[in-house]
């Protein structure tokens, strides 16, 4: 029961809640996430470690950047991810994906900044 307790409360708060849905589509850097979701990188990386820690994303480390994506989810991770992420529907994460659109438009393919 502890381990269900930690998995919901990975989902408990909406900044954890928006970088996982910014996830879906794919693996993104720190700086690309902090950008969308307009938060330092401290506390960026704060909720991405939380969301580590509780076996929903898996980081890799390129140059000075950290790159986050998701963890092989299965059973109830997944079910409740495919809620989640149901849940980027609503304004605020229609929104976010708009954001990733147009800064991953504007980067290119140059890469995050000192990597």
Known sequence: ???AARIFKALAES???RLLCLLADG???VCELMAVVDMPQSTVSRHLAY???TGWVIATRRG???YYRLADLSGIRRRLFDTVTSLAEVKEGRADHERLALLL???GTGGCEGS
Do not use: A, I, P
Request: hydrophobic share 30%; net charge positive.
């Open 1 to 3: 029961m502890e381990n």
């Open 27 to 29: 693996e993104r850097c």
């Open 64 to 66: 000075k950047w950290m």
């Open 105 to 107: 438009r504007e980067k």
């Open 15 to 17: 900044s954890r809640l």
């Open 51 to 53: 969301l580590r820690n």
